[in-house]
């Protein structure tokens, strides 16, 4: 059973940083694309950053400011948030699955506010 699960979230000023964590059991994350999403208040969920042993992927509204890494002994990835705006706020999701099908797992989200 894969679970992920998410952490990090809170509250931060704009032109702060926050790191959030998603920790994966049930798969090898090597072997897999991870993603993060986030979706604001009546928005849909919007695609953020992905990681694979081959690479990484931003959304344009944050490339340059938040980064991805993983770390395959503690089968977790980061999104390093930096230079936060108010626009960032929102609950975000962390989410896996094959390198070239959808993302089939996903986290229960953790929040999070930017203030300005």
């Known amino acids: 059973q894969v679970q992920l699960v998410e952490s990090g979230g809170g509250l931060a000023q704009a032109g702060g940083s926050l790191r959030l964590s998603c920790v994966a059991s049930?798969?090898?994350?090597?072997?897999?694309?991870l993603g993060w999403f986030r979706q604001a208040p009546g928005e849909e969920r919007k695609f953020v950053a992905r990681?694979?042993?081959?690479?990484?992927l931003f959304s344009d509204s944050v490339r340059g400011r938040f980064t991805i890494a993983a770390d395959n002994v503690k089968n977790t990835i980061y999104l390093y948030m930096n230079n936060m705006k108010p626009e960032d706020t929102a609950a975000y999701y962390c989410?896996?699955?094959?390198?070239?099908?959808?993302?089939?797992?996903w986290g229960q989200g953790t929040q999070v506010t930017v203030s300005s």
């Open positions: 989410a896996a699955g094959p390198l070239s099908g959808n993302y089939d797992w």
């Open positions: 049930g798969l090898a994350i090597r072997d897999y694309q």
């Open positions: 990681i694979t042993r081959y690479g990484t």
